[in-house]
């Protein structure tokens, strides 16, 4: 089957230690895959790695079959990434939700009146029409991580790189979240520490160590 994502013997260590070795990877087109593991093993370093936020300390990374060399290889891609950090609090570009959500649409070209019509749908889809013209520094932490997958989510990107797409958010929220992603046929990473949401979503989870990434 065509892969979306190849990792292959990745290694990462910060300034002060080897965070993680032995990470082997291989996600095919449309699979959705999980990966858990404890506080500090190393989960959000290695989607910053992969989106090319961070550079791995040894290893490859394919995408779309194209080895990454450098970070410049990335920034080819960069579109056809979505990444949903585990902060958001920086992630944000505009002072209104809407202005957010139909902010990549704008930059890539599309006419004002169709990026607020599909900005509306998106937040109606993910529940949050309400927030439109609120300020983003004005929202709840939760209420700031479905507003920033809606600004992912809205460009239709390849791949999506989603890191605990779900802490924060109520059961509601959560639900919404299970059924969208769940009708998404693309390529996922999702790091994510709530079992349930994993078993609606993930039929394959990785557990993250300092040893590697084993399938469990
Ligand atoms: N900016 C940084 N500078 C130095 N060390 C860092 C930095 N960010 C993370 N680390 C360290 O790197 C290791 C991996 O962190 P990372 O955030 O990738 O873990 P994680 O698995 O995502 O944890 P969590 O489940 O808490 O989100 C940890 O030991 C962490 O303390
Ligand atoms: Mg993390």
Known sequence: MSCSINLKELTYSNSSKEVFKNVTLDVSHEEKVAII??????????????????????????????????????KIYRSDIGYLPQDVNDHFLCP???????????????????????????????????????NIYDLSGGEQKIVALAGILITKPRILLLDEPTNALDEDAEKRIIDILNSIKKSMIIVSHHKTFIEKLAPTVYKLTKEGLNRI
Do not use: P, W
């Not at 190393?42 to 490859?60: A, C, D, H």
């Not at 902010?103 to 900005?119: M, P, Q, S, V």
């Open 96 to 134: 209104t939700v809407i202005e957010d959500v139909m902010f990549a649409l704008r930059a890539k070209g599309e006419k004002k009146d169709e990026a607020y019509l599909k900005a509306c749908s998106m937040l109606e889809e993910l529940g949050i029409s309400h927030l439109e013209n609120r």
């Open 37 to 74: 593991g404890a506080n500090g093993s190393g989960k959000s370093s290695l989607l910053k790695i992969i989106v090319g936020l961070m550079k791995q300390s040894s290893g490859e990374i394919s995408l779309f079959h194209e080895k990454m060399n450098s970070l410049k290889d990335f």
